[in-house]
């Protein structure tokens, strides 16, 4: 059926307004509402190809035209010659006069990322395999062919990434057992730890949380140090000496800052700060990291990464204990699968930022993907409790804190329609309510000291 031809497209502005219940909520972001660019490929055969990028709501409308510019480039092909040379594909989305606007950057790159992720989508949809298990299912070959090697091959070839997945295939059946068994990917609770909730509501969650089987959490840090000390001793003290906590500050930070402050929240055992200051200061991240090793707490970042190349960089600097790319910021699994090769040459897990609404979702298949076809190593997956339900296929965990390996073909992208008629902005329900307008009509929603609604 890979003759199915896409005939249309349609595009959406969902937001929720998850800042209502401090989502999300951080020291650089107040008040969040997650909101998704979406994506429809309407096809000959009637199936539909479902994909999104992440935006934080304002300037949504933004992210709808920049895949408004993209997606017709795929109107009247077949998704045989789509998928015949996929890198190639990948590398042509991003060409042309587009490219001028910001080359692997930016609005186009998350546009790029919609696009991708529905022509993904499709074609698991097409195979009637949930898109984790099209991947795994690929030769090395066929692995390495969706790929665009360009600006990388001074770090991994084509040749090299085909003999390591050659490599991971001895005991490659035993992991996808473990996969299809929910026992591939470990999770770690960040809703526990909002940066806007109070010391009661983080000690609920947290129980919550730990009745639930988890044994590894993050918590947001930069209200300062007496307040950060005072929830870290709180999260310790509830979790216990065994649990694995992690901090985040969302790039508060200059680098000297993030070295002179976090030794002084060494005494809690942390296994990571995240973000610790610019995501695009790959030098600063490599001295934060050496400053701190010392006090055993490594560094991690990436869910503001833009691209391949700055991710191989960050890998060359040794700035990085874990990897967190951004299933919604690279352009599309094809890149996706370059990272994750990357990671595995110089031997840091892959920890996926999944902290916005159908994050998880699209992450539960990249870390499977990785466990079973490229690293064989299982490395913890972010999860956040919020809106799974508004999907159809939602993500979910399994006993012993895994997250559940995704079984319906896709790619799990699509919304429920009924959370449309509510979050479509501006014309679902909620958008129109007296909240909702008030809310829209604040151009510093989010900005401290200049917020108004």
Known sequence: MTDIKITSFTIRDLRFPTSLDSIGSDPMNLAGENALGYLQYHTDKGLIGTGFSFSNGQGNEVLCAGIRALAPRY?????????????????????????????????????????????????????????????????????????????????????????????????????????LKNEAVPGYNTSIGWLGLSDEKVTENLQKALDEGFKHFKLKVGLGLEADRRRLGLVRKVAGPDAVIMTDVNQLWDVDEAIEYMPKLADFNLFFIEEPTSPDDILGHAKIRKALKPHGIGVATGEHVNNRVMFKQLLQAEALDALQLDALRLSGMNEILSVLLLAAKFGVPIVPHS?????????????????????????????????????????????????????????????????????????GSFWKSPKGLEMLNDPWRGVLGEQTS
Request: net charge negative; glycine share 6%; proline share 5%.
């Open 355 to 427: 902290g916005g609404a159908g994050m998880t979702e699209l992450c539960s298949h990249i870390s499977t993907i990785d466990f079973v076809v490229v690293s064989g190593k299982k490395s913890i997956l972010e999860y956040t409790d919020h809106l799974h339900e508004a999907f159809v296929n939602p993500a979910s965990m399994a006993p012993g804190s895994y997250h559940t390996s995704p079984t319906a073909p896709g790619y799990s992208t699509d919304v429920k329609e009924e959370y449309f008629d509510k979050f479509e902005c501006p014309q």
């Open 75 to 179: 109107i009247g092909r077949s998704l045989a010659s789509i998928i015949a040379d996929f890198g190639k594909t990948h590398r042509n989305l991003l060409s042309g006069q587009i490219r001028f606007m910001s080359p692997e950057r930016g609005v186009m790159q998350l546009a790029a990322n919609a696009v991708l992720n529905a022509l993904w989508d499709l074609w698991a949809k097409v195979e009637g395999k949930p898109l984790w298990r099209l991947v795994a299912d690929f030769t090395p070959e066929e692995f390495v062919k969706c790929i665009d090697f360009r600006y990388l091959t001074d770090a991994i070839t084509p040749e090299e990434a085909i003999q390591m997945l050659k490599a991971q295939e001895a005991d490659k059946k035993e992991r996808l057992e473990l996969a």
